[in-house]
């Protein structure tokens, strides 16, 4: 961009973003012929397509006038109280309406959150590795990152608490924790109840807030699941994103966003300057999708869809990667991440798989200080069985041909 | 909200951000029985809800697997090809897909220009009355406010370079003027050709850029239309943007921003920790809207109608207001803009209405210098006849009341 006449008028932060790698990598391997366990996007299979279309129609037919005008910033009062009530049965008491705020999204949420906590400088603490939406939307507002170790049990409290206190006294502040609790993005990580608890405690001690990003809260493929940090939440430090898109449809945009009734008009008044409103028609369609009680149907068959891939993918890597490699097995969501062996390179790889036909995300881009190099995310959730057993055989050989190389 | 527990925490945009008086007032006013001319929202007796019933029952039961999917942040390649083509009409050469992002309304194109341009305390100049959506993202980003008054022809260029001119030499950082250059919301003026070419000579001298917001461009009732900054524009200066909100429907939140290769890269990036991608349905729904030819037809209904309505309450004006007080006669768009005889006070005039069950909006929320006082702004998009004849009449003769009282 040496050469765009107007590089001198950016802001700092427009000079100091960086677009997602993430995205750009699923757009490079987006080919007919690739066999792609890159993207995290859900199966358009379980797309509800029929009922969403039943719905819309007659929505469209006899409320058109309210489906298609302008709504309150806020979203619609049915709505949230709709959510609220989920919520309240999820072990969140006391929540109502104006404890939510319907966002485009939770990617809006975390903007929202970000745009009401953090000034520039303010130090936000992100997952090593982490999904790019929270360290993204804290560069944005020019915000400084840190990374914290993520491993089985989520991210590690103890080198969190370690962090804070050297960042606190070097001079910083410390402002805020993004956080995925649930089938983190990318580590398929859950945080553990006691490292739930020490997170709320260090959130008081030190008087930070938590934006708690909960994409994939429902699809749970097994055990219980843990109270949500905001459940554990005393004294509403915690902001709480929530995603339609993996158990309804993407394509909408909707998500929420669920704090102290302060905390939420502070983001609707952000949000009638970043775009008003969220839209109508989706708000409508999904509060009858509620009231017809197929979110909760729909939840249970993507839950049994996706533990079924999941299976089999854990299968076909049991079957065809080396002992020498390592991965977790995610009780839920979307995700596989494998340590390659040794200080094997991801990105070599990535481009030898890609001249096979067979794509997957590098570690790397999700490591806020540029480490992880010999990691990769497998994503399970949009690929066919038939291509997800030769991407992971193709896969499996070619570690096993570079450890080959490596040893001889 | 002094009780509130997370006051210390909020970031400093969050604890100077003013929430909408307008938006306020609409829900104030949100009584069954009242007569408002306060709300600036379409009619829905506008929407082509047959048409958008026919095609989204059509697209769905066809491509749900894509119309409920995630999209790129960009936006629909086809439909930015399509809304590119139009604009290449209206006389804006060598536009293509590349210089075009489609966003949440034009809401979010002002929101993702002032990210992308504006550092804290750079200064914005604005319209002195503006609409609040180009002050509300300028104080998104910290930036300061700083008012150039309208008058029947748009912004005072002359006034305009006077504040450059003394602004720069106080040492501030001048970076950007936000302008409505059609039937500006709240005064319906438009920016005559004259002040728009010294508009542009402005900006090139002293290394400005234009957010140059369009929402009313297609809803002209009358006279030629003016080349827009943008077919000005021979420096990338100008980030010109649309709404689909007038001529289609807002609920669907669909808009566009327009601009050099390299500010959309950056608006597209900035986009991506926003929201990730504007609804995919409402995409494809308008797309499929244009190829079938509807838009222009809706343009033309629409002109037509709220011309009908501008005719009829500037009629009922006539009649019943009183000589003292003046007002405009916009070419298009959904706002007259009432200056009340000498000193009389807009907000007394609104409370004293609202007993009557008559609203509007008073027109000091609209000046970012507080100024104002004895305006109001009234629209004639959403109100029916016989309620528009008798709020004006109500109106006039409160008016007519406070002046004989001052008289006294």
Chains 1, 2 share one sequence.
Not at 41 to 59: N, T, Y
Not at 86 to 103: F, H, K, S
Request: glycine share 10%; proline share 5%; aromatic share 8%.
């Amino acid at each position: 961009m040496s050469t765009d006449p107007l590089e001198h008028l950016y802001s700092r932060q427009a000079t100091g973003a960086q677009p997602s790698v993430i995205r750009d990598i699923c757009a490079l391997v987006a080919r007919p012929q690739m066999r792609s366990l890159a993207g995290g996007w859900p199966d358009p299979q379980k797309f509800p397509v029929q009922a969403i279309g039943r719905i819309s129609e007659q929505l469209i037919a006899e409320h058109g006038d309210l489906l298609l005008q302008y709504g309150s910033t806020e979203g619609l009062l049915d709505l949230r109280t709709a959510l609220a009530r989920r919520m309240n049965a999820e072990g969140i008491a006391g929540l109502d309406a104006d404890n939510l705020v319907i966002t485009h999204g939770s990617s809006q949420g975390i903007s929202l959150a970000a745009q009401v906590f953090l000034n520039p400088d303010d130090v936000l603490l992100v997952g090593l590795p982490t999904y790019f939406g929270g360290p993204g939307a804290g560069r944005a507002r020019g915000a400084q990152l840190v990374g914290v170790n993520v491993d089985e049990q989520g991210m590690d409290t103890d080198r969190l608490q370690q962090e804070i206190k050297r960042l606190k006294s070097a001079g910083h502040r410390v402002k805020a924790v993004y956080t995925i609790p649930n089938f983190q993005n990318p580590t398929g990580a859950t945080l553990s109840l006691e490292r739930r608890q020490q997170l709320i405690e260090l959130a008081e001690t030190h008087d930070l807030v938590i934006f708690e990003d909960d994409p994939y809260a429902d699809l749970r493929f097994e055990g219980q699941r843990p109270p949500s940090l905001k459940a554990l939440d005393r004294s509403g430090r915690v902001i709480h994103l929530r995603s339609l898109s993996k158990i309804f449809v993407p394509g909408m945009r909707l998500g929420w966003a669920a704090g102290d009734a302060g905390v939420i008009r502070r983001m609707v008044v952000a949000k009638q300057f970043a775009d008003a409103t969220t839209n109508t028609p989706g708000q409508y369609i999904l509060l009858e999708f509620i009231r017809q009680g197929l979110l909760d149907r729909q939840i249970q068959e993507n839950t049994d869809f996706y533990r079924a891939k999941r299976d089999f993918m854990l299968e076909q890597m049991d079957r065809h990667f080396p002992a020498e490699a390592t991965w977790n097995r995610p009780q839920g969501g979307f995700f596989i991440f494998v340590h390659l062996p040794g200080d094997m390179d991801a990105e070599m790889l990535f481009h030898r798989a890609v001249e096979r036909n067979v794509a997957f995300v590098t570690g790397s881009p999700f490591f806020v200080d540029g480490s992880g190099r010999n990691t990769l995310r497998l994503s399970y959730s949009q690929v066919s069985r038939e291509d997800m057993e030769i991407a992971i055989r193709t896969l499996g050989n070619l570690i096993k041909e570079q450890l080959a190389g490596n040893n001889k």
